[in-house]
């Protein structure tokens, strides 16, 4: 069969430079400038393209069954792509959309790639962790558990899950929580697919604290209100 690959980029990003940077990206030959996860499912790395630091998530077709679904369904780089939009709209920080590859072979996805900018910053776990945070704090504390508040309550008001709220994929950066990690993410039609996902998300979020007691306290009573 026929192999081909469909590249899509950010108006505001779109340069030569980039346009080479994908094509030798596809060819996995492209540049890294640390890697930041490597797993069957998917790699991740960074790179610095044209003066811009970005991040470049290659999802891996995990067998042929998995082909076939994906004739009828969005790849999992698309869903990123479609969801980032969506989030930005709704005033819910997450990574720029930068550019997305998607591999065929003849009718068949295989390989997708999503690349966002990279956001400076810290993981909300490390963030939380005793080398970095303190609970008396408070002003920080105040600031985070608003933040956390506010962020639920931007879900449930647009009816949107993050479908995967391990606290790797919370970022905080300029005292801003960024959602990355979108592919599992949805937006939801009918409340009651929307409250299923939303009680997932939460119940997620808070499994995160279940060995840090202070801060599990401290986050419970946020997310329901």
Not at 189 to 212: C, E, G, P, T
Request: proline fraction near 2%; hydrophobic fraction near 40%; aromatic fraction near 10%.
């Amino acid at each position: 069969m026929f192999r081909r690959y469909q590249y899509w980029v950010e108006a505001e990003y779109d340069h030569p430079e980039l346009r080479a940077e994908l094509e030798r990206i596809s060819q996995d030959r492209g540049h890294i400038t640390a890697s930041l996860k490597e797993d069957r499912t998917a790699s991740v790395w960074r790179a610095e393209v044209n003066a811009h630091s970005l991040v470049v998530k290659r999802y891996n077709t995990r067998g042929i069954l998995h082909a076939i679904r994906r004739v009828f369904r969005k790849s999992r780089a698309e869903n990123c792509k479609t969801m980032a939009t969506i989030f930005a709209q709704s005033r819910i920080h997450t990574a720029d959309n930068v550019a997305l590859i998607q591999e065929w072979l003849g009718p068949f996805k295989l390989r997708s790639w999503f690349i966002c900018s990279y956001i400076p910053g810290l993981l909300l776990q490390n963030h939380l962790s005793e080398k970095y945070f303190s609970l008396s704090a408070t002003g920080n504390l105040d600031a985070l558990k608003n933040n956390v508040a506010e962020l639920f309550r931007k879900l449930r008001s647009q009816r949107l899950s993050h479908g995967d709220l391990k606290a790797t994929n919370i970022l905080l950066s300029d005292d801003q929580l960024f959602l990355i990690d979108l592919d599992a993410a949805h937006a939801h039609k009918s409340d009651f697919s929307f409250r299923r996902a939303h009680h997932k998300d939460q119940s997620r979020f808070m499994k995160n604290w279940l060995a840090q007691a202070d801060i599990y306290q401290c986050f419970e009573p946020l997310i329901n209100k």
